[in-house]
């Protein structure tokens, strides 16, 4: 199974010189399994250019697996290429909500006054999905679970497993919001049953400590946090993902220096996220 992350900024796409070597996308992440099939996490900015890269050659059926509707991780859905050939059966698994259908949900997006064409004029087929919780279901070889993690809104974070190797992706998740995370068992804490031994965990990771004590419940991770979270996961590699637009690249540089010094000798396994970096899982 191979990774490859298109878009890793939260909440506001940053494109400038400012962000040039993490990148400015939202939220997208294409994962291949070794059928050659098509997973995406996510449809954030960096859809798009992942739907430019696929090229006459894609596969005509793709799989997206949407944690949440928040905007910045719907918002390159229309620009997303492959939506625009009749061809293209598309597959969208998101979050149950009790008083709009997942469909509803997403056409409302892909509609005027937000979108300049009604969803029924755009040519692609639409199957929508209202992932069970708890429940895995398969999508070609790969098992796939989902759980629901704190964030506004109702929001999971998925777990991919294929051939003995994982993925967990947990972009938006508050643990702390519900527990002391200093105190608490692993139980206890959002998320850890979707990234528990991970081989790689892509997890929120978007304040400092400082920026956190005044954004308590915006449903984000602050930098000692994530550490936890990590040390918690026992993922053998952990990625800090979700980076907020204010960060320059610099500053994500002193983030990951902080959560290694935290981790001791145990933060090796902890980098930044990077746009257009590719993950092999089978690689030790």
Not at 69 to 98: K, Y
Not at 162 to 167: A, I, V, Y
């Amino acid at each position: 199974m191979l990774a490859r992350i298109w878009g890793c900024r939260g909440s506001l796409a940053t494109p400038g010189p400012r962000t040039v070597r993490y990148g400015g996308n939202t939220s997208c992440v294409e994962v291949r399994p070794s059928d050659g099939s098509l997973i995406v996490l996510d449809a954030g900015t960096g859809i798009r250019d992942l739907g430019w890269a696929l090229g006459p050659d894609r596969p005509k059926t793709i799989h997206l697996l949407l944690t949440h509707m928040h905007l910045d991780h719907v918002e390159g859905l229309g620009f997303f290429l492959p939506i625009h050939d009749p061809e293209t059966e598309l597959h969208i698994w998101g979050p149950p909500w009790p008083y709009r259908s997942l469909r509803d949900r997403v056409a409302a997006y892909l509609a005027p006054p937000l979108f300049p064409l009604l969803f029924e004029q755009i040519p692609a087929r639409f199957e929508f999905h209202e992932v069970p919780d708890g429940r895995p279901w398969e999508i070609g070889g790969v098992r796939v679970a989902a759980r629901p993690v704190t964030h506004p809104a109702p929001t999971v974070g998925y777990r991919l497993e294929e051939n003995g190797c994982s993925l967990a992706f947990i972009p938006d998740n508050e643990p702390a919001l519900l527990c002391d995370l200093a105190l608490a068992g692993r139980s206890q804490v959002s998320g850890l049953d979707v990234a528990q031994g991970a081989d790689l965990l892509l997890h929120d990771c978007q304040y400092t400590a400082a920026e956190y004590s005044t954004r308590k419940g915006w449903g984000h991770t602050c930098v000692p946090d994530f550490a936890r979270i990590a040390e918690l996961s026992e993922a053998r590699r952990s990625l800090m993902f979700h980076h907020e637009p204010a960060h320059a690249d610099d500053m994500l540089d002193a983030m990951l220096d902080e959560v290694r010094e935290l981790a001791g000798g145990n933060g090796d396994h902890v980098q930044l996220a990077r746009e257009g970096m590719e993950l092999d899982l089978t690689s030790p």
